[in-house]
């Protein structure tokens, strides 16, 4: 597969993954405000997930359309995808923190390994802005934003079942 099938796939994948959003709350037939503050992050990092890889992946699309270089496109990208996985990252543990409290949520082993795979995945794009340009880093970043709104899609489902 070419990157440009794949940046296609994502962007089917990722409309899927944020229509699910709307299910889950027609399912549970309550409305945003009515949602838990912890139910309520787990729907906005679904959808920031979601939107994150498609707005990328349409974007990526776009430049390559436009005829620019394949480095440049994974080195903007991987820029540009630094910042939902640390609004993610803080967003999350903020929250976290304030409903259960810091201390237990800095034990959280879920916690602890979303946030070291988001470190990683941040890593992974620094370095490939700064030296590589390659494909494959920009795809592990779309790959985890995606695996991250499945998460997050998964928490709100055992919520519906509490």
């Known amino acids: 597969m070419n990157p440009s099938e794949v940046l296609m796939l994502i962007v089917e994948a990722s409309l899927g993954l944020a229509g699910f959003a709307g ?67 803080v967003r999350s543990m903020l929250t976290v923190g304030r409903s259960i409290g810091l201390a237990q949520a800095a034990r959280s082993p879920t916690l602890l390994t979303i946030n070291t795979l988001g470190l990683l995945t941040c890593g992974l794009q620094i370095w490939n802005v700064s030296s590589a340009g390659f494909f494959w880093p920009f795809f592990v970043l779309l790959i985890t934003l995606f695996a991250l709104g499945c998460f997050s899609f998964a928490r709100l489902l055992l919520y519906l079942r509490a």
């Not at 889950?24 to 979601?50: H, K, M, P």
């Open 23 to 89: 299910v889950v709350t027609a399912v549970g037939q309550r409305s945003v405000t009515d949602l838990v503050e912890l139910q309520r992050l787990n729907l906005v990092n679904l959808l920031a997930t979601a939107f994150g890889a498609l707005f990328m992946s349409l974007g990526a699309l776009a430049l390559q359309s436009a005829q620019v270089d394949d480095a440049t496109i994974w080195r903007i990208w991987s820029a540009v995808g630094i910042v939902p996985m640390l609004f993610f990252g």
